[in-house]
């Protein structure tokens, strides 16, 4: 049985990408992997006073928001008409394109299935691509979605 890692947030293009792997590998272990981005977070932090406590709130949220679209993504799963694999979860803290190529090497990937925001142009190049990072850098075959 295969491993497909699918990168999973509250975007569109991640749900496009599971629908994908479910159509596509429908008898692998599809594994979907949050990341927490503290770095992103940051922005919004307060400077002085409650920043500890700000991260903490702010986690929290994100991992019961996880747990959230995990719960959904189960049951999709579960009413497609041709999926007989296992849904399995994770929850990392990095930046974004470094933890995901990390966990699919943890994990022995046989493929990753990830979506894309298809920037183009100056915000591509100011902005970077997640996907694309993950394309250079990973050690499995990576598909990428729009």
Not at 70 to 85: C, K, L, M, N, Y
Not at 92 to 107: F, L, Q, R, Y
Request: net charge negative; hydrophobic share 40%.
């Amino acid at each position: 049985m295969s491993t497909v890692l699918v990168p999973y947030d509250e975007s569109p293009m991640a749900e496009r990408a599971f629908e994908q792997a479910l159509d596509d590998h429908p008898d692998a272990t599809i594994q979907l992997l949050y990341v927490l981005d503290f770095a992103a977070a940051s922005y919004g932090a307060p400077i002085e006073g409650g920043a500890g406590r700000y991260f903490q709130t702010w986690e929290t949220t994100r991992r019961d928001g996880a747990e959230s679209r995990f719960e959904q993504a189960r049951e999709r799963a579960a009413d497609h008409p041709i999926f007989t694999g296992r849904i399995e979860t994770a929850v990392e803290n990095g930046p974004p394109a470094k933890t995901i190529v990390k966990h699919a090497a943890d994990i022995d990937a046989d493929a990753i299935v990830i979506g894309s925001h298809g920037r183009t142009g100056l915000s591509r190049v100011l902005l970077g691509s997640v996907a694309e990072s993950v394309v250079r850098r990973a050690h499995c075959p990576v598909v990428v979605g729009r």
